[in-house]
């Protein structure tokens, strides 16, 4: 979303919402980049539409969220460690940070911690800002590992990030 509302992406932004809303799901998941530059205005934008979410929201930041200091915390109840993860229909839900294009040693940890204390789950399903193939070396190794290791049942990923001209 950009600072000016009215544009097609917030006419969009609240079809999908309606729509949504229609659907009656278990959950939303939002995996970043939500805002054009990272600045409040569209932020706030954001969270006001999600506030028409009848569904529980779940969230991890994209590169976007980063491009100015002031979405990452108007967003930081959505991202904090605690708010990334849900157990729905004994499927457990990971939303881990992979928005600097790589999986830091505390997200590694969180996740490893946070698949400990659910031991009885079925499944995963992890959903990640950057798709593991475009993260760091070391993080799309630890990752793929990671995966193999674990109940993952789904790998969700936002986009993949292509050079260009705009």
């Known amino acids: 979303l950009s600072d ?4 097609p992406a917030h006419q969009v932004l609240a079809w999908a919402v309606d729509h949504l809303n ?8 939002v995996s970043g980049d939500i805002v054009t530059y990272g600045t409040s205005q569209a932020t706030h934008l954001f969270l006001d539409a999600l506030k028409r ?7 991890t930041p994209g590169n976007a969220e980063h491009r100015r200091p ?8 959505l991202c904090s460690p605690s708010a990334r993860v849900t157990l729905q229909n004994d499927l457990l839900y990971l939303f881990p940070d992979t928005s600097q294009g790589t999986l830091s040693q505390t997200e590694r940890m969180w996740l490893d911690q946070t698949l400990a204390n659910h031991p009885a789950v079925s499944g995963c399903v992890l959903i990640t800002h950057y798709p593991a193939e475009t993260l760091d070396h070391e993080s799309q190794n630890w990752l793929e590992s990671w995966i193999q290791n674990h109940p993952i049942e ?13």
Do not use: K
Request: aromatic share 4%; with cysteine; net charge neutral.
């Open 53 to 59: 979410v009848l569904a529980p929201v779940f969230f």
């Open 154 to 166: 789904l790998l969700v990923c936002g986009h993949r990030h292509i050079h260009q001209t705009r």
């Open 70 to 77: 002031h979405a990452l915390p108007l967003l930081a109840s």
């Open 4 to 7: 000016t509302p009215h544009t």
């Open 22 to 29: 229609g659907e009656n799901p278990d959950l939303l998941a």
